[in-house]
């Protein structure tokens, strides 16, 4: 070490160079605005295409859009969903789901069940919120999914306009056949 470095060390030492320099960083982000969140007291917006928690929808007068297909279930690629299904007594030839269960441990929040849904009786939401001690209670049954997706109902409804999956009912009809409308009809490319 030559006599130039040890002086420039001495002096460093006697001013508190290092300290000075840290403290210069600290004042300066003094004035910075924060970008940190406290949560859970502040949350971030979420966007509407975002993929939270899953749920399953009703029509507006209450009855259950899911018709028992397994389309959801075959497309799923963690193979997290189970859906049972028997043909509605009170419609011949209509199905209903009796059970339906989503593994959400499983779930990669890819969205190809909700794609693969042809009357968009599937949805996600915003709902991130479901961490817990006991992992069970992370199969989601069909009465816990209804119960999502009434509670989140306006972010389901906006999750899947936001992936084009439900749009007025003008965009819709050209997008998406209405069921039980008859699918032997030309649909619009
Ligand atoms: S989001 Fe993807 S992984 Fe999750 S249930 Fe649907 S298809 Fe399966
Ligand atoms: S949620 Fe949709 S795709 Fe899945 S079983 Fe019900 S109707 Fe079929």
Same mark, same amino acid.
């Given at each position: 070490?030559?006599?130039?470095?040890?002086?420039? !060390?001495?002096?460093?030492?006697?001013?508190?160079?290092?300290?000075?320099?840290?403290?210069?960083?600290?004042?300066?982000?003094?004035?910075?605005?924060?970008? *940190?969140?406290?949560?859970?007291?502040?949350?971030?917006?979420?966007?509407?295409?975002?993929?939270?928690?899953?749920?399953?929808?009703?029509?507006?007068?209450?009855?259950?859009?899911?018709?028992?297909?397994?389309?959801?279930?075959?497309?799923?690629?963690?193979?997290?969903?189970?859906?049972?299904?028997?043909?509605?007594?009170?419609?011949?030839?209509? !199905?209903?789901?009796?059970?339906?269960?989503?593994?959400?441990?499983?779930?990669?929040?890819?969205?190809?069940?909700?794609?693969?849904?042809?009357?968009?009786?599937?949805?996600?939401?915003?709902? $991130?919120?479901?961490?817990?001690?006991?992992? !069970? *209670?992370?199969?989601?049954?069909?009465?816990?999914?209804?119960?999502?997706?009434?509670?989140?109902?306006?972010?389901?409804?906006?999750?899947?306009?936001?992936?084009?999956?439900?749009?007025?009912?003008?965009?819709?009809?050209? $997008?998406? $056949?209405?069921?039980?409308?008859?699918?032997?009809?030309? *649909?619009?490319?």
């Amino acid at each position: 070490m030559d006599s130039r470095q040890s002086s420039k !060390r001495f002096f460093d030492a006697v001013l508190f160079r290092e300290i000075w320099t840290a403290m210069k960083v600290t004042f300066k982000h003094m004035f910075h605005r924060p970008i *940190t969140f406290q949560y859970p007291r502040e949350k971030r917006t979420i966007p509407d295409a975002h993929r939270g928690a899953l749920g399953l929808l009703r029509y507006d007068n209450g009855v259950e859009r899911c018709v028992g297909c397994d389309l959801c279930e075959a497309a799923c690629p963690s193979r997290c969903i189970k859906v049972i299904s028997e043909e509605d007594k009170s419609m011949p030839l209509q !199905r209903k789901a009796t059970e339906f269960y989503i593994d959400i441990t499983k779930c990669v929040f890819c969205g190809y069940c909700v794609e693969a849904c042809p009357v968009n009786a599937l949805a996600m939401t915003k709902m $991130y919120e479901f961490s817990t001690h006991d992992k !069970r *209670t992370l199969l989601f049954d069909k009465k816990r999914l209804y119960e999502i997706g009434e509670l989140h109902i306006e972010d389901a409804k906006k999750y899947l306009y936001a992936h084009n999956q439900e749009k007025n009912d003008e965009e819709s009809r050209a $997008y998406r $056949y209405h069921f039980p409308q008859p699918v032997g009809k030309e *649909t619009d490319s």
